[in-house]
């Protein structure tokens, strides 16, 4: 009797406790809910409306029915507001970082002036195999840059020399070097065309091939002659090769190689030295891989390939001639290539370099698709090819419980030549880039609007805003031009406006903005002839002009 008593106050007492346990308990500032967007959890994989947790950096959970734990902050996005989707943050396989100055690794002025360099000399100054990524090279402007534009991790490349160095794998959240590596050496990289200058070896193409591989060669002598040594010690110990010994591993096929293209005949080349020395390679490729896809398909190399299509040649009566028709095929022929590569069954995957904006490789991915890339596909050489690639695809390049915290929230669709980017997320935290507010103006009727150009004077334009804010339409009459708007969006006073640069023969896109206050407005603009600053007045409402 007197255990069954106290059982039962033993089980009062815990549901009392139970009882007391509150529901209600404060947000945590590393546990997040995003709900009321449009997933893509992976490459063709959609969810229309879900939801996602983030706990300490990591997804906890994704889908259309998911739990929001009682400790998450939650950003609650409304559909009938805006059309949201969140996309796996992109990679970047490929992005070079100056080196130049680097005064330890004896790439100097003062030491090219005080030595000649001859054939096997080592430590040479564009033979750098132990070459490392550092925190004093850590490119802090370039990687906001690449988050600016959805990026979320990247490779990391040393940009000068024959053989680079090592790369590293790092994160793109705010802080130091050391707070963002992932992995602090990948590949090894190479390229075929750095050059020495002046009397000093090598200052050709060939003279800088025979240094290449001079250098695999004499790794690959010590390698196999201290080998030797070590089991017979009794013989003469061989000179040891200062700087050649990280490309011990390359050859080993344990480090992959990663060479830099610059065309179609160095593509060629680095063919040739993959099959003489036996390495696992990459190729940063240059845009002109559909002339020789047969060559290149039958050595395998995967391709890291750039999006930077030439633009319309001039063929006005005056210059015409000197247009060859080379230059025209590469011109209709370039905006193919990513699909011909894949078409070749070789692997590939996407950088934003040469890009000096790594934002500008949307207006080239546009264009690529509406030539035949497949929407997936160009996702998965920006997200799940590149994990796959760097080792990394168990947690990242996908939005699924237990992966990295890395994704995007963009207004409609990534892929358009200059997607609306609200939100980069990095390791579970969140960078802000444009947060809408409730439109405080209503800008639509007739501007007369003046663009101030630095040292050029003034240029006068003509605006029409249809519509209610804050998503308007609409046109700008420039120069005798009539130019449709490709985006006009009222956030509080501010009216943002952007024109497809194509329409006046420029790459890029036209960006300005008006802070406007009762019927006048002021703001500044770039485009990629450079920056001005604007001024508008309204002069009318649009129905006038409709009228009219």
């Known amino acids: 009797m007197y255990r069954t008593i106290t059982l039962i106050l033993m089980a009062a007492g815990v549901g009392q406790a139970l009882a007391a346990e509150p529901v209600l308990r404060q947000p945590s500032t590393d546990v997040f809910a995003i709900s009321g967007v449009r997933i893509v959890t992976s490459p063709g994989q959609v969810i229309e409306s879900g939801t996602v947790v983030v706990r300490d950096g990591v997804i906890e959970a994704v889908g259309s029915d998911v739990d929001v734990p009682a400790d998450a902050t939650v950003h609650e996005h409304d559909p009938e507001e805006a059309a949201l989707t969140l ?52 490119p802090a402007d370039k990687v906001e840059a690449l988050r600016n534009a959805g990026f979320t991790m990247a490779v990391l490349v040393p940009e000068q020399g024959l053989v680079r160095g090592r790369s590293a794998l790092v994160s793109l959240g705010e802080g130091s070097f050391g707070a963002n590596v992932i992995e602090p050496e990948l590949f090894q990289h190479v390229s075929l065309n750095a050059r020495m200058s002046g009397r000093h070896f090598p200052s050709s193409l060939m003279g800088g091939m025979a240094l290449l591989r001079q250098a695999f060669m004499d790794a690959r002598w010590q390698a196999e002659a201290r080998s030797v040594w070590r089991d017979n010690p009794g013989q003469r110990r061989p000179e040891f090769l200062e700087g050649v010994e990280p490309l011990e591993s390359v050859l080993a096929g344990d480090v992959p190689v990663v060479f830099d293209a610059d065309d179609m005949l160095d593509s060629l080349r680095v063919a040739g030295l993959v099959e003489e020395f036996g390495l696992s390679a990459w190729i940063v490729g240059h845009g002109s891989e559909y002339q020789r896809l047969d060559s290149l398909a039958a050595v395998g190399l995967g391709q890291i390939l750039p999006l930077d299509f030439p633009s319309a040649p001039d063929v006005d009566e005056d210059a015409e001639r000197e247009v060859s028709l080379q230059e025209l095929r590469h011109w209709h022929n370039a905006p193919e290539n990513p699909s011909r590569v894949l078409e070749s069954g070789l692997d590939m995957l996407l950088t934003s370099h040469p890009h000096s904006s790594p934002g500008n490789l949307f207006e080239h991915l546009e264009k690529a698709i509406e030539r035949g890339l497949d929407a997936d596909r160009a996702l998965a050489a920006l997200t799940t090819g590149p994990a796959e690639v760097l080792g990394i695809a168990d947690r990242a390049g996908r939005l699924e419980a237990g992966y990295m915290a890395n994704f995007l929230l963009v207004e409609d669709d990534l892929f358009v030549a200059s997607p609306t980017i609200r939100e980069v997320w990095v390791d579970g935290r969140r960078h802000l880039l444009r947060e809408m507010e409730p439109p405080e103006v209503e800008p639509a009727g007739q501007w007369d609007i003046e663009l101030i150009v630095a040292g050029m004077g003034s240029i006068d334009a003509s605006l029409t805003l249809r519509g209610e804010a804050p998503t308007l339409s609409g046109s700008m009459e420039i120069m005798g031009t009539n130019l449709p708007l490709s985006e006009a969006r009222v956030s509080g006073s501010r009216l943002d406006l952007r024109i497809d640069g194509s329409r006046l023969g420029m790459p890029g896109s036209f960006n300005m903005y008006m802070d406007i206050e009762d019927d006048r407005g002021r703001g500044a603009g770039s485009s990629p002839q450079g920056d001005f ?5 309204r002069t009318g409402d649009p129905d006038q002009e409709d009228s009219a």
């Open 87 to 138: 996309y796996p943050g992109l990679i970047d396989a490929y992005v070079p970082v100056a080196f130049a100055s680097d005064d330890d690794d004896g790439n100097n002025d003062d030491d090219e002036e005080a030595e000649t360099y001859r054939p096997g000399q080592y430590p040479h100054p564009l033979i750098t195999p132990g070459r490392t990524m550092t925190s004093k090279r850590w």
């Open 533 to 537: 600053n604007v001024r508008g007045r």
